[in-house]
């Protein structure tokens, strides 16, 4: 099925740890970002890419690395977990240049740093 | 830079009585989308209707439609004959239509809405 593929649902790091949240799509789309929704703030952009091998920063980049080594994936990075990254994270997929209805979601990944 | 405001962040509604999502935005842009999307408690992110900014006529979507005022920078959401598994948060999002960065989308603090039996 076409969507937004996103691991892992939930995970608890300690603070310093190290973590990758995964993010796939199978729909050809050359735009892909992250997203942290926190309570009270709405979603933020973290960082997005335009296509493979291009990324950039968003609203929210600090403590958070990307790349975009193909079409399909675009991992987003925490080298050093700090309790501040505790949050809910989203991947989306979006087909620019049409008429705004193809969008995706992944379901989301909620990230409780200790 | 593009904001998006939802002054509500709490409404309630009864069952079956229609309820309004304020949402202003802010741009100096003429061409973009605007969009409402509904997280339930699953946290699912649902596409519930969505806007051109260069269409006049305001987007429906059965129970839902937008009153979309481009001048006044005002993009509200009905909700008609409101049913519980209407109850969530919604959220106005703003997305440019040209440019590098038109998949990045700008989204409100939300409005949690529930609804009443």
């Known amino acids: 099925n076409a969507g937004v593929t996103q691991t892992p649902k939930f995970q608890v790091l300690k603070t310093g740890q190290s973590m990758t949240l995964q993010c796939a799509q199978d729909m050809n789309h050359e735009y892909m970002s992250w997203y942290r929704q926190d309570p009270g703030m709405g979603l933020r952009l973290i960082h997005y890419s335009v296509g493979a091998g291009i990324t950039d920063q968003g609203e929210v980049p600090n403590g958070y690395n990307v790349s975009r080594s193909t079409t399909e994936d675009f991992p987003l990075r925490l080298l050093s977990a700090a309790p501040s990254q505790t949050s809910v994270y989203f991947c989306?997929?979006?087909?620019?240049?049409?008429?705004?209805?193809?969008?995706?979601f992944g379901a989301g990944t909620r990230l409780s740093v200790l | 830079a593009q904001t998006v405001t939802q002054s509500q962040p709490e409404m309630s509604v009864q069952e079956a009585e229609t309820v309004t999502l304020s949402c202003t935005y802010d741009t100096s842009e003429s061409d973009y989308y605007l969009f409402w999307y509904k997280q339930p408690p699953s946290r699912q992110m649902i596409l519930v209707i969505r806007q051109e900014a260069y269409k006049q006529q305001n987007a429906t979507e059965n129970r839902f439609s937008v009153n979309f005022q481009k001048a006044a920078k005002s993009f509200s959401l009905k909700i008609s004959d409101s049913q519980l598994g209407d109850a969530a948060m919604y959220f106005c999002?703003?997305?440019?239509?040209?440019?590098?960065?038109?998949?990045?989308?700008?989204f409100g603090k939300g409005t949690k809405l529930s609804v009443k039996p």
């Open positions: 999002a703003y997305r440019s239509a040209h440019g590098g960065s038109q998949g990045n989308l700008i």
């Open positions: 989306a997929s979006i087909a620019t240049g049409t008429g705004g209805e193809d969008q995706y």
